[in-house]
């Protein structure tokens, strides 16, 4: 304990704290009194769901790029941790007027497309967990802001199986997006697209939605011979 105190410049009683706090939470573990720590089992499960993700993403990576190709617009493959979106795919390609998935905030879940399908098909008390530390702040004149709105809008995904952006977190910015099951059936993560209002007609979206549900099932399919 002394030496690991000297080295992250910490007192020996707040270096012993914060030990017994990791050993609590299963990050380390003593095999005895007096003994050396170790790494618990905590940290390995963690390394194995960071690689499950690894392996999901790069599973997902083939589809969305062939997906961005075939609609000459941005493509990504999202997951939700806490409150915040996780971008495993972000597949881009280049045109003259373009829109990249970095333009939007991964933390304005109530404006997005992909954070509006990851909370519709999250678990009720999940869901409401995360709607309690979304500030439902106006991004723009359509963003919802009003949390009884959304949750009725969240029900409206659910029935459709997917869901759309058109100018709520960015002007002139659209996005559609699909969930992503495992073979569990769970949401893993959802598949969206963004494009400029201009490549936005009534008439192209039914193309796009087709298009996303068919790359969907493409991924679950790999996933599921993974």
């Not at 005895?32 to 390995?44: D, I, N, Q, R």
């Not at 009884?148 to 977190?169: C, N, P, T």
């Not at 008439?203 to 011979?225: F, G, N, Q, V």
């Amino acid at each position: 304990l002394r030496a690991l105190g000297e080295r992250m410049d910490l007192a020996v009683q707040t270096a012993q704290g914060l030990l017994r706090t990791l050993e609590a939470h299963g990050m380390v573990a003593q095999a005895g009194h007096g003994k050396p720590y170790e790494l618990g089992s905590a940290v390995h499960l963690l390394a194995r769901r960071w690689l499950s993700h690894q392996d999901l993403a790069a599973l997902a990576r083939g589809s969305a790029l062939a997906l961005a190709n075939a609609l000459r617009e941005s493509v990504l493959v999202v997951e939700l941790r806490g409150a915040r979106l996780v971008a495993l795919v972000n597949a881009t390609v280049e045109q003259a007027l373009n829109v990249r998935a970095e333009c939007e905030t991964f933390d304005r879940l109530h404006a997005m497309a992909t954070g509006k399908v990851l909370l519709a098909f999250l678990e009720a008390t999940a869901r409401e967990k995360v709607l309690g530390q979304l500030g439902f702040e106006e991004q723009t004149e359509h963003t919802i802001t009003s949390i009884s709105a959304f949750r009725e809008h969240l029900a409206q995904v659910q029935r459709d199986g997917y869901a759309e952006s058109v100018e709520e977190s960015v002007l002139g910015v659209t996005a559609m997006a699909v969930p992503l099951r495992s073979p569990s059936g769970r949401v893993e993560a959802a598949l969206g697209m963004c494009a400029p209002l201009a490549r936005w007609p009534a008439e192209r979206r039914s193309e796009l939605l087709s298009a996303l549900r068919e790359t969907a099932r493409d991924i679950e399919e790999r996933w599921r011979e993974k």
